[in-house]
């Protein structure tokens, strides 16, 4: 007698049988990834088809960001189902599909059994997976780089500001005020790693996807001299990065990688001419903010830019007496026991008074650029002008403890705010005043650019802003 034997799936039809053996070959080839982690793949590692597992997780976000230039037919697909179903293009209610905006893209639900995570199409290119269960994920933040300044050659470059200052505010009767040349404060608890970016904008850097894998692997062309971690103003922590090897009158974007995962920018600037002959001025502990192109002869080889350690004394010292010598004259009101102010109090009024004095004591070389900007109405864009004044080579210096160039250059005035931000912030008995818009304010300070001028009137000037991120600098605010 002749036994026959069949197959327990002979009987299913040929079509749902490919498909059958489609799925299990497909589900025994799945990798599995791990929580908390970010995966690189490419073309080259795995088919054009792939399956992932994911981790289990009552509250868990699958990340995809695409590493090519050029965009990509892939298509992502998970489930956060235990049927074992393969997620596709057909659809079910438990598949989702993670479609790319601006090289990225996301899921974030619940899992408690896990899921699938399935590319197709992917013929060529790369991608990122992040996985995780902290709401980490790829994007682009809402904060910008900012720049310091430009020479021909070179640019100061802050990233976002990644960790907000808190200083401790005094107390009567102990009632004590940083000194004018401040400590270095100690570093933030944690440090994100981050990777400056530049380009010029003709490589049209914007128009590829704007995730971090693919920013960050861009060819640069200039060169870091120094990067490090900068207290630059209340808004807290930066990195700061020192540049040469830049092109005169070249237009540049900027963006700077978080972690490798975030991207903060772009942010747009244009070097200088080539015959602009003022050096860079930065990490100064008593005036913190002043990141920018000053009247001094050239640095001391191997010096690119001029720092606290190389600054001549005759400039810094007669700026510290200032500074103590008011502070002084300040602490002379019974700060923290009255009040000159529900909305001031010393300590303001120091910090916007420093903010000032470096301002003005240290002069802001720039050159002449037209832009067009909205006009007051909001209606037709005008041209509008920086707050510009030539200095003839030889002519008196605006600071007279600085030295005599022999090169004429053009400085860049201070922002009349402020000296009107250290009239708001200070007791009367100081006598602070200002030069009013109406008469002679702008031979010495830049006006209508943040407030429209008019007296006690704070906003609708024509820029709203001393800087933007498309490079206008239109006066100094320090």
């Not at 090897?245 to 903060?264: H, R």
């Amino acid at each position: 007698m002749q036994v026959r034997h069949f197959h327990p799936l002979s009987h299913l039809p040929q079509t749902l049988l490919c498909l059958l053996h489609a799925s299990i070959a497909f589900a025994q080839t799945q990798q599995a990834l791990s929580l908390n982690s970010v995966t690189s793949f490419s073309s080259y590692t795995i088919p054009g088809s792939a399956l992932f597992g994911l981790p289990p997780s009552s509250q868990l976000t699958v990340s995809i960001a695409s590493c090519s230039s050029q965009a990509s037919p892939a298509r992502f697909f998970m489930t956060n189902s235990t049927s074992g179903i393969v997620p596709g293009p057909g659809g079910s209610t438990d598949v989702f599909e993670i479609s790319l905006n601006n090289g990225y893209g996301q899921w974030s639900g619940s899992a408690p059994g896990g899921g699938l995570l399935s590319v197709q199409d992917l013929q060529q290119g790369s991608f990122q997976v992040s996985v995780s269960n902290n709401g980490t994920t790829y994007g682009i933040l809402d904060q910008l780089p900012l720049l310091g300044d430009t020479t021909a050659n070179q640019a100061i470059i802050f990233s976002h500001a990644f960790y907000p200052e808190s200083p401790e505010q005094p107390n009567y009767p102990n009632y004590t005020l940083p000194p004018a040349n401040l400590s270095a404060s100690d570093n933030p608890p944690f440090t994100p790693t981050f990777n400056l970016v530049i380009a010029p904008t003709s490589s049209q850097l914007s128009s590829l996807p704007q995730t971090a894998c693919t920013l960050i692997n861009t060819s640069s062309t200039s060169s870091i001299i120094k990067n490090d971690l900068w207290l630059r103003d209340m808004d807290g922590w930066r990195s700061q990065w020192l540049i040469d090897g830049l092109s005169p009158s070249t237009n540049y974007t900027a963006y700077v990688i978080q972690d490798q995962l975030k991207v903060s920018g772009p942010i747009y600037f244009a070097t200088k001419s080539a015959g602009f002959p003022c050096p860079l001025l930065h990490s100064l502990p008593y005036c913190p903010s002043t990141a920018y192109a000053v009247p001094l002869p050239p640095p001391q080889a191997p010096a690119l830019a001029y720092d606290a350690s190389s600054l001549p004394s005759t400039i810094s010292s007669p700026l510290l007496q200032y500074m103590t010598n008011f502070t002084t004259m300040l602490l002379t009101f019974a700060c923290g026991r009255d009040l000159y102010s529900t909305l001031q109090t010393c300590a303001d009024c120091q910090r916007e008074y420093r903010s000032w004095l470096c301002s003005v004591s240290f002069p802001r070389c720039s050159e002449l650029v037209a832009t067009t900007s909205p006009s007051s109405s909001g209606d037709n864009p005008q041209a509008l002008f920086s707050a510009l004044q030539p200095q003839p080579s030889g002519s008196t210096p605006r600071n007279q403890f600085f030295p005599n160039v022999s090169y004429a250059y053009t400085v860049l005035l201070p922002c009349l705010e402020t000296c009107n931000a250290v009239d708001r912030a200070c007791p009367y008995f100081l006598g602070i005043k200002c030069p009013v818009p109406q008469f002679n304010a702008n031979a010495s300070y830049g006006v209508g650019f943040i407030d429209s001028g008019e007296v006690g009137v704070m906003g609708q000037g024509r820029t709203g802003v001393a800087q933007d991120r498309w490079g206008n600098v239109w006066c100094n605010a320090n």
